[in-house]
């Protein structure tokens, strides 16, 4: 790779040196064997369904994994190492607000927000919260929608970043070639990840970073014990400092910035749609736990590969604090492993930009194009209209990704796209499943507000800086105020937002029926006696519910394809939907038969 | 690394998982509970 006809497109060498080819050819293999087992999945659902059937056991595993691999990013694989690598201890706070927001979620939304988007059929947030607003002005669906674009775009861009680093660091070839094949790699992959065995390339894909985020650190313990003393005679006291030797006003700005990101959970819609799709009620419990258990290990483990990189290489002796975990890996495993493992993270970040591409495609065909321009748009048009979509949104986030490509991916993710969608969407989705009395002009208020107060935050100091204002360091509070986490604000200002504008106007009507959904085991609501079968306010017109089971049950062995409804449609749904993540995930429950004994 | 610090780092995690640990008693005798009453109310 070092010669021959690539060598004008190749910058200063790769870090990978001889072990780059391998790191490469394992990819290639990995993508080769991804691909041809999606492909062989599709042909034989049975396959499929047997694989969720197994899940019996393991369904509510491969959620838990899933949910954290939708996360499994380019952030958590090089950002947190990064930051681990330059702020030295404090990385551990990484997990001080992500680790509690993510369980409050799995206690508080995930049963709420499955059972409700069951009844109603629901397979997009905007449409959730339309049918929970009873917004007939498709304001909410409209701005959501426009959220989940901007933001959803913005992480794809930070993906191919991160995937165009990897290459990069590896390979050595200049940046724009590494964005370009990132990009490529990226939006081939939603193509075949999006309608093949997504939930389980997640698990594995996670499987594999996870056992790297135990064996690195492992590993370099047995070579070094503990790195602690070496970090700080490498880079100062600050760095075994948890607050990174700051004091005063910079230390607590710099935990709540910590803190802050957890506030994100609620508002990220790729993981919302893992609760959505989980195959029972009832196994939101176990998920919750996995999910949580997966959140310990990859947050010390990442933190950890950080400082051994302090230790083994040196403070700032790494160009791009990026490399941080590439460098361990190839330091630490032989190259075929070191070339798995680094395949696996390089997968994992296409497979967390196929989940968003995803995300957002939906977003314009779904809750835009079929929302509002054409209703009566068959699944034909529909399937062929997001592939344009997502061609034309992945090559918008490529142009992201050269313009932020000089931007760290840790800051790249938390500023343009989990924290956008945080304040944005987070205070609905929390208030539509929770509080009576939020409204559709309260949400949209809040979207606009929160989204407005994200960007603008995020760049305040800069503007500042500009004209002059920008506060000293040694005003603490001022400064520590200014360059705290945007999410931050803007979270409060969108529930400030939401709160108000909603107690302003008048809430929906028949909101104690919608509410009753939460409190009962989902068998209550879907098998009364007294039950039509299906709620009048499903977002389908709604098929009756014995008919909509039998139908489950009926496709099961071809649930696959795109026809494969898990939500239930079947021919007299006149209203077919857009592929979307959640129709994956639904449709690989719908193989295993879950639907006929839900509850 | 001082004392505070260790606490820092360790005591997050291990607050996180006795609420983890919490949650998951907790849910699981609230969703007994739960189909219990279901159950009496329709028997």
Redesign the interface.
Known sequence: MHSGALAPLQGSGGIAGAAGIWVLATFALYLVVLVGIGLWASRFMDSVGDYVIGGREIGPVVTGFSERASEMSGWLTLGVPADAYGTG?MA??N??GM??AD?FA??GIAKRLRKYTEIVRSVTLPTFFETRLGDDTGRVKAVSALVLMLFEGGYVGAQIVAAGTLLQVLTGIQPWIGIIVGGIIVIGYTFLGGYFAVAWSDYFQGAIILIAFIILPVLAFTEMGLP?EAV?AAAGDSA????AGMAGWAAVFGVISYAAIGLGVPGNPHIMVRFMGIDKV?N??LA??VA??FM?VAY?GAALVGLYAIAMFGDGALADPDNAMPRLTLDLLPSVVAGIVLAAALAAMMSSADSQLLVATSAVVEDVYHGFLDRDASQEELVRYSRYVTFGLGAASVAFAFVAKDTPIYTLVLDYAWGGLGAAIGPTVIATLWWKRVTAAGSVASMIVGTATMVLWTQLSTVLGWVGMMPPESAAFWYGLVTVYGLFPAFIVSVSTLVTVSLLTEPPENVDEHFDVF???L??IIDAEDSPGTAEYVTDGGVDESRRLSSANRNSPSSGDVDARADGGDATDTSPKALTEADNIRAHVAASEYWADDD | ?ST??W???VG??AI??V??IV??VW??RR?RA??KQ?EED?A
């Open positions: 201890i551990f706070l997990g001080l680790i509690p369980l799995w206690a602690f700080a075994t400092s948890i607050t009832r939101v419990r919750a736990m949580q258990l310990f010390v409190d009962k085991p068998s209550a | 690394m505070l610090d606490l820092g780092v997050p995690y996180f998982f609420m983890l949650y998951y849910e699981g969703e739960l189909r279901y329709h």
